[in-house]
């Protein structure tokens, strides 16, 4: 039984909701998203407020209301207020800066790491190589700043890498810590 499901998804003013069977389109100030939905899965509008609900209650459509409810209220917020995602990079020599719409790093490699974004989503460095990832659509957001991390993943012996605003690296010690005489 989904709790998650069962919540009414609040359309804010300037959110337009287009439903078509099960084709959700979903325009904002922000931008434009679309999504089908599996058949297994009714959206209807009522005043403004989206209900999701099963057609059945075999155990896939019980799985499926939940996700379909929260990729749909995604949609609804990131038309309106958008999604962001924050990276701070540690370590000597550690640098970030864009060129035009790319993203150029340098991470203790013999070359420069570049990232073009994708369309749809934006990449700004801010003071001390804070990396800021925006755009519309929370999946993408998350896959962009996911492979940012990627080029350099926090390390446990010194703490240096990429890694998201406030993610707490486990620190090891080092071999001379374990060593007794």
């Known amino acids: 039984m989904s709790r998650i499901g069962k919540a009414p998804i609040t359309v804010p003013k ?22 089908t939905l599996r058949p297994e899965i009714e959206i209807k509008m009522e005043e403004d407020k989206l209900v999701l609900t099963k057609k059945n209650d075999d155990r896939l459509s019980r799985s499926l209301h939940g996700l379909s409810r929260t990729l749909v209220a995604n949609m609804v917020k990131g038309v309106s207020e958008g999604f962001e995602k924050t990276l701070e990079m540690t370590g000597v020599g550690y640098r970030a800066q864009m060129e035009g719409k790319k993203l150029v790093m340098a991470l203790g490699y013999s070359h420069p790491i570049e990232i073009e974004p994708p369309k749809g989503l934006e990449i700004a460095v801010g003071k001390g190589n804070v990396i800021t ?43 001379a810590a374990g060593k007794k005489k």
């Open 14 to 35: 300037g959110v337009t909701v287009d439903l078509k069977g099960n084709d959700v389109k979903v325009k904002g100030p922000k931008g434009e998203l679309s999504r």
């Open 133 to 175: 990832v925006t755009g519309i659509d929370k999946q993408a957001v998350g896959d962009l700043a996911s492979a940012i991390r990627e080029t350099r993943p926090p390390e446990v012996y010194k703490g240096k890498g990429v890694r998201y605003k406030g993610e707490v690296i486990r620190r090891k010690a080092g071999k």
